[in-house]
């Protein structure tokens, strides 16, 4: 019997996060630890009369490319998915792994490389996506390597996704619904303004928003959801940050990542962990030592770190910024192969103050 907790995680990628319609192409991309979501999200789809188009990957196909690819096996941009990025009115991306680390030991040039042939495909989804001709969503389904990661239990880690997700409620979608009209009054507020100060133990930030838009992530593009987030003027940033949870990125990790910018650009670059790992990364492109994204999060289910970026990002009382690409709804002119979120503590002795006046304290809106 499935359990019904897949079933309603089902209802909210397709009913709520990319609202399918009768003749919509949706892409939907996993590996086959996800097949009892994989099956209910192919029949929400068919119900909603919609042409579901699976996409299913296999454990270890990705470290035999990084080991055998040649330079110009490693620069072909996979022209499926990129077609289906480019054509198709949507997409579900199900994150499964069967193991987290398999890309650990690959060469970080190597790994350049691949991002920077797969850089079409994301560039689509973001410029399709500020249109609304695609949509698109990620989410997880719980395997024991997200487990292990999370240091849980397979079962303690299930509930733990599908209570952040919602997916338990007797109404999934309309909660979802309910979280977008809650932010809104977030959004409402930021727009039109142009400075932001950010400050806290971990951080002492000025940025611009001036012409920029904040978003309402409600649901629309990543399950869970719950931050409100913009894209910085990219010359903009100034001052130094300290993240405090690890940062993940293509299953390599960094601690104790410590910036400081100055007219938007990454000008110093320390890590506790990892630190030639990360300037390996910021060395990708020119668009990579800069912010495109700046987000507050807002998700209060969501209160351990799970070294899961999707639930990490979401922690209520933190913020995050994404080095690299940003999304061009928001205004966001930055383009990099990179978008690597990272990770800040708001939740004591903290402030955000937009144009001087205080909106946000200890981890809470004051709006």
Not at 112 to 134: D, F, N, V
Not at 210 to 223: D, K, L, P, Q, S
Not at 262 to 282: N, P, Q, R, T
Not at 301 to 311: A, K, N, S
């Amino acid at each position: 019997m499935t359990d019904p907790r897949i079933r309603g995680l089902a209802q909210i990628l397709v009913q709520h996060s990319i609202r399918a319609k009768p003749g919509d192409r949706v892409l939907i991309e996993s590996e086959p630890a996800a097949a009892p979501l994989v099956q209910e999200v192919y029949a929400e789809i068919l119900r909603a009369g919609g042409h579901p188009q699976p996409y299913l990957g296999l454990p270890g196909l990705d470290v035999l490319h990084q080991k055998l690819a040649s330079d110009e096996q490693l620069a072909f941009t996979p022209p499926l998915r990129l077609h289906a990025y480019e054509n198709f009115e949507a997409r579900i991306l199900i994150h499964a792994a069967s193991n987290t680390r398999e890309l650990s030991e690959a060469d970080p040039a190597r790994l350049s490389q691949r991002r920077k042939a797969t850089q079409p495909i994301l560039e689509a989804q973001m410029r399709r996506g500020a249109t609304k001709e695609l949509a698109w969503v990620s989410t997880l389904f719980p395997t024991d390597s997200f487990a292990q990661d999370a240091e849980m239990s397979l079962e303690d880690y299930e509930d733990f996704v599908y209570q952040a997700c919602h997916a338990d409620d007797e109404d999934p979608v309309g909660y979802w619904r309910g979280v977008e009209k809650r932010q809104d009054a977030i959004v409402e507020a930021l727009n039109g303004h142009d400075r932001i100060q950010v400050r806290s133990p971990s951080c002492e930030l000025e940025l611009s928003i001036a012409g920029r838009t904040f978003i309402n992530a409600g649901g629309e593009h990543n399950m869970p959801d719950g931050e409100v987030f913009t894209g910085p003027v990219e010359d903009s940033m100034q001052g130094w940050i300290r993240f405090d949870f690890p940062a993940i990125w293509n299953g390599r990790e960094a601690q104790g990542i410590e910036l400081r910018f100055e007219d938007g650009k990454v000008v110093e670059a320390s890590a506790d962990k990892g630190e030639g790992f990360l300037l390996d990364v910021l060395e990708t492109d020119p668009g990579a030592r800069y912010v495109g994204e700046f987000a507050v999060d807002t998700n209060s289910g969501i209160q351990r770190f799970t070294r899961r970026i999707l639930f990490d990002e979401k922690i209520g009382g933190t913020l995050h910024m994404a080095l690299g690409a940003g999304y061009p709804d928001t205004g966001s002119q930055n383009r990099s192969a990179v978008h690597w979120d990272m990770i800040c503590d708001m939740r004591s002795d903290s402030e955000i103050r937009v144009d001087g006046e205080l909106v946000y304290q200890n981890g809470s809106f004051l709006i």
